[in-house]
């Protein structure tokens, strides 16, 4: 083979390859029709803290539509925890959410909402339980199956360890790359 065809060859391999690595990193668009109408927002989006995600949900096979809504981020007060014990070396923070599952189906939440907080570090961290009775902070009241039209409110509690920088709130159901982020 001549000089001539082996570049041919050459730049017929890296055509094919360049063509093979973008394919591979195109996402699919995930489509559902949102009852009531409205876009879904795609898996990987960050968005500002305060604005609605509608996320087609389960994952991998959507049968609902869920509205969510991070409102805030807050680190909690001292005086807040005079009657409980922040476990040592580490602070606690505030997350208001509100979420509806706008349908059709109903949707399982056994292991409860797959919200977590992202932290300095690449670290996620699960809110904890409030203490019962604890009104600075109450989980909003979801069923492990949520119907069609229900609707909560509430606060979720996480403890991050000390001077840890809270870099989003991640509703994240799967993989890493597939989580919407709310982001200050």
């Known amino acids: 083979m001549n000089a001539l065809a082996r570049v041919a060859v ?24 949102v009852p009531g ?9 960050d968005i500002k803290l305060g604005d609605t995600a509608l996320v087609a949900f389960p994952e991998t096979k959507p049968t609902a539509a869920l509205e969510l809504k991070v409102e805030s981020i807050t680190p909690a007060k001292a005086d807040d925890f005079k009657l409980y014990k922040i476990p040592e070396n580490h602070d ?57 039209n229900a609707a909560a409110k509430g606060c979720l509690l996480f403890f991050t360890p000390a001077k840890s920088i809270v870099n989003s709130v991640d509703f994240q159901p799967g993989l890493d790359e597939n989580a919407i982020r709310w982001k200050r």
């Open 92 to 148: 606690a923070y505030y997350v208001k959410v509100a979420v509806k599952n706008r349908g059709p189906a109903a949707v399982e939440l056994a292991d409860g909402l797959p919200i977590w907080l992202a932290i300095s570090g690449n670290t996620l961290v699960q809110p904890s339980a409030p203490p019962k009775n604890f009104k600075p902070c109450k989980a909003p009241k979801l069923q492990k199956t949520v119907k069609a």
């Open 10 to 33: 050459a730049a017929t391999a890296v055509l094919l390859l360049s063509g093979c690595s973008s394919m591979a990193e195109e996402k699919p668009k995930v489509v559902f029709d």
């Open 37 to 45: 109408g409205g876009v879904v927002t795609q898996p990987g989006t």
